[in-house]
């Protein structure tokens, strides 16, 4: 399924024929001027190869309809230049959009203000890009008017504001006003409190264009500049949210779009937490009868002969959830939940009790929000025909929408529940959780486990044309793993791509696996880590030190403290301070001479950029195997074992590779970065899944101890 690539053609080498000539043109006018530009440019064979690649995929070579591309390009390769290169030209010849979906802030400032500007000088055409964000980045300008004039509106918030947030709330407002903030939460100067900014973002079903007051409203400035956009740079949740409602809604219609995602190994995983679903058991009793109390005034802005039927069904289908909901608790057996707090069905199968209930709350749930949904559509009408003004209308719509959010999620979390066994697939991930806000109170879960078809139907099935991208896609060497997740089939008509790295990492770089004593599952391995660590951190000025949990980090920080501090070498721990100060620290001591040592978990070992001096030892103190203790994961390794497979071989194995490739790829980051690698887990030697995880690795010069 996958390919590695003979880099022994001419660079850019014969752009296909199907692509017409102006694009070609176009594509190698670029490569070009960027050699023109760039005093000090290196052509790369692997970033001009995969160019080639991604301009034949789309341009219907390799298959006419699935014009989709996964590829492998490892650190150095230059992939985020190859994909403007190689999509850009083609996408704006034929009116499409190019969306570039990314998992972290990181690589969108990177391509915001390095790469698109880079490419937008080397590109011959005029050519525009924005950042694209949800709505709840923005503020609505009604809601935050609303909160400061209107006292009913303070009903609606989880916890009522202090004096403080709302003269944050008052400069806010006058900030706006006056042109100095755009309305956006990133672009206001200090943090907001997060329940407070709940109160006062954009939401889908209050503010829309549709409504006068909210033309003028920040996200809806923002999507009109979106609308003019050839490039726009999105998350991956962004990406989905607008695939869920049908696309086209945030981002252009996917058959209107270039879909590049990079950092695509994260995909499955946001897919799947996009696609779950929860509700509070107290909590929704709460609001219910809030909501059940303000029904009638909703009718009446809506016209109690046309609202009438709405209200009283919506209040009838509240009548009948906040008794099931306080059976549902009182059926709940405390002495069933772990030590963590969870209470999950086997398999994803209900007790009969909780699969009757389930099945009622499914058809009131959705009843509720179907008749809250009419009566908030005639409060719109009545406005837009001037049959009420706006200071009667606006704080109901603002009202009402916040309740038909939270419908909408009460909805989804019970038809979820409700769901039937599937005859096909994977079942659905069922668990029950004490809530840590509220004493007494439950919250029922519900995520899948497989997203693989959902991605399928929502987006490789629709899109103009899709590249995948990552420095780690492959699991041992293989992307079948990601594929299953991804629910990317190799009949498709999708092409592989692996792309090694420039690095000549037999020259640069050393793994290192000492001959210890314990391996890590031995009871006495901390203390032995403890004990042993110093002796590979003496040699460097800046080493990276992985770990498997914060509890074994954390031990090991406090015991070698004092060591350091003997030694006159800087520790910095992760979780002690922002990541941004940590690296700060690291820079200024390592310029300055110093030693510099970082802690860090499994976060740590993807996405820190320290080339050079920065980082000159990477130590990984064990293989990172995730340990299944979150519920889905627990229903994922059950459903691989129910089906007579082997959940630690076929999940933990693979996504050990790709974490244990992640890890090691921090310590080269550059063509002339050098160091050492050091695993200070015998396993990769001592059981028969190592020699597979070794293997995987770049091939670094390896330095096996021998005991």
């Known amino acids: ?26 594509i190698r006018h670029c490569y070009q001027n960027l050699k023109d530009q760039l005093p000090h440019f290196v052509s790369r064979r692997g970033q001009n190869y995969l160019v080639a690649e991604i301009a034949k995929t789309l341009g219907g070579e390799y ?20 994909y403007l290169m190689g999509a850009v030209p083609f996408a704006l010849h034929h009116n499409k959009k190019v969306v570039i979906a990314t998992a972290t802030v990181a690589l969108q400032e990177q391509l915001l203000n390095k790469d698109l500007p880079l490419f937008r000088r080397i590109y011959d055409k005029p050519m525009d890009f924005i950042l694209a964000k949800g709505r709840q980045r ?26 403080k947030e709302i003269a944050l709330l008052k400069r806010m407002q006058t900030a706006y006003g006056q042109g100095k903030w755009d309305g956006d939460i990133d672009s206001w100067p200090t943090a907001i409190p997060h329940h407070l900014w709940q109160q006062i973002q954009s939401d889908k079903h209050s503010c829309h264009n549709g409504l006068a007051a909210h033309r003028d409203c920040p996200f809806q400035k923002a999507r009109n500049h979106l609308d003019k956009a050839d490039v726009i740079i999105a998350n991956h949740a962004l990406m989905l949210a607008d695939l869920e409602l ?50 009638v005034r909703y009718g009446q802005a809506g016209d109690l002969k046309r609202s009438d039927k709405f209200v009283t069904a919506l209040q009838s289908a509240i009548s009948q959830l906040i008794p099931d909901f306080i059976a549902l608790s009182q059926h709940i057996d405390p002495s069933q939940f772990s030590k963590d707090g969870i209470y999950r069905f086997a398999h994803g199968e209900l007790p009969t009790w909780l ?48 309740y038909l959010q939270r419908l909408e999620m009460l909805s989804k979390t019970w038809h979820l529940m409700a769901e039937p066994e599937r005859d096909k697939g994977a079942p659905l991930a069922r668990w029950l959780s004490r809530n840590p806000d509220r004493d007494g109170d439950y919250i029922v879960h519900v995520s899948p486990i497989e997203v693989g078809y959902r991605l399928d139907q929502l987006l490789w099935s629709r899109a103009a044309g899709v590249i995948l991208t990552s420095a780690t896609l492959r699991a041992l060497n293989s992307f079948d793993y990601f594929c299953r997740q991804a629910g990317i089939y190799r009949d498709s008509g999708c092409q592989f791509l692996a792309l090694s790295s420039p690095f000549d990492y037999t020259n640069q770089a050393r793994l290192v696996v000492p001959a210890l004593k314990h391996e890590p599952q031995a009871q006495q391995f901390t203390q032995y880590l403890i004990d042993e660590l110093p002796n590979y951190l003496a040699e460097d000025k800046a080493s990276l030190v ?38 700060d620290k690291h820079k200024k001591a390592v310029d300055a001479g110093k030693v510099s040592i970082i802690f860090g978990t499994s976060s740590f070992s993807e996405g820190l950029d320290l080339a050079g001096d920065l980082l000159t030892n990477v130590i990984i103190t064990k293989i990172p195997f995730a340990v299944p203790t979150s519920p889905v994961e627990e229903a994922h390794a059950e459903y691989v074992e129910a089906n007579g497979g082997n959940a630690f071989m076929q999940i933990a194995v693979p996504e050990a590779s790709r974490k244990l490739t992640q890890s090691v790829g921090r310590l080269l980051r550059k063509e002339k970065d050098s160091g050492r690698v050091v695993i200070l887990d015998r396993r990769v030697i001592s059981k028969r899944y190592g020699k597979a995880l070794l293997d995987a690795l770049p091939p670094f010069h390896r330095l096996i101890e021998q005991p």
């Open 1 to 26: 399924m996958a390919f590695h690539v003979k880099l022994n053609r001419p660079y850019l080498y014969c752009l296909s024929f199907m692509l017409s000539p102006a694009v070609t043109q176009q």
């Open 63 to 82: 298959h006419a309809k699935q014009r989709m591309l996964v590829a492998e390009a490892g650190t150095g390769i230059g992939k985020s230049l190859a």
């Open 138 to 163: 923005y503020c609505c300008a009604h809601k935050l008017a609303a909160s400061l004039e209107d006292d009913s509106q303070m009903a609606l918030w989880q916890q009522k504001p202090k004096a």
């Open 246 to 295: 049908g696309g086209g809604v945030i981002l252009p219609e996917p058959e209107q779009c270039i879909y590049v995602i990079d950092e695509a190994h994260h995909l499955p995983r946001v897919a799947r937490d996009f696609s779950a679903a929860s509700a509070a058991l107290k909590g929704s009793e709460t609001w219910l009868t809030r909501l059940n109390q303000a029904s």
């Open 355 to 402: 699969s009757e209930l389930a099945g009622g709350c499914k058809e009131q749930s959705k009843k509720a929000f179907q008749a809250l949904g009419k009566l908030l559509d005639l409060v719109t009408e009545r406005l837009k025909e001037g049959e009420i003004n706006s200071k009667q209308a606006d704080p109901i719509i603002s009202e009402a929408g916040v």
């Open 546 to 583: 992985l770990f498997a949990s914060y509890w074994q980090m954390n031990q090991v920080a406090e015991s070698i403290e004092a060591t350091c501090k003997k030694q006159g070498w800087q520790l910095l721990v992760q979780g002690k301070e922002s990541r941004g100060s940590l690296l």
